[in-house]
């Protein structure tokens, strides 16, 4: 049972990730949607910026233990997606650099999104 909770886990995570990377993207067709999403890209970008490990990450770590895997040291993205989305060589700066983009994209998503509003009111 542990290791089907620590897979749930892991596609939480992952869901997670793409929510909050592409959110946006639904929020302009369902624009109740901004008020999940917009919490979701801030601790993000918090995660980004500061470096922090998502509270997920422990628990899937604590549930593989329980179901007698091999755990992992690190947070979700470095042990999953680390190869894929950061490069070897990822710096800090480059960190950063994620967490901005992060934040400009939904940003230029949801001026349209209340561009399209506002001409909606009018």
């Given amino acids: 049972m542990a290791r ?3 897979d749930a886990v892991l596609v939480l995570h992952l869901l997670f990730i793409v929510f ?4 946006g993207i639904a929020a302009l067709r369902w624009p109740r949607v901004a008020w999940i999403h917009l919490p ?4 993000a970008a918090v995660a980004e910026f500061t470096g922090w490990i ?6 899937e770590v604590r549930l593989r233990h329980q179901a007698g895997q091999a755990g992992f040291e690190g947070g979700f993205i470095e042990h999953y997606l ?5 490069p070897a060589g990822l710096t800090r700066t480059h960190q950063m650099a994620l967490g ?3 934040l400009l994209v939904n940003l230029v998503v949801y001026w349209r999104l209340f561009a399209s509003a506002r001409r ?3």
Avoid: F, Q, S
């Avoid at 979701?40 to 601790?43: M, N, T, Y």
């Avoid at 998502?54 to 628990?59: G, K, M, Q, Y």
């Fill in 4 to 6: 089907v909770l620590a």
């Fill in 20 to 23: 909050a990377a592409l959110g």
């Fill in 40 to 43: 979701a890209v801030a601790w």
């Fill in 54 to 59: 998502c509270p997920l990450t422990p628990i």
């Fill in 82 to 86: 680390g190869a894929l989305i950061y």
């Fill in 100 to 102: 901005a983009l992060l």
């Fill in 120 to 122: 909606r009111r009018r």
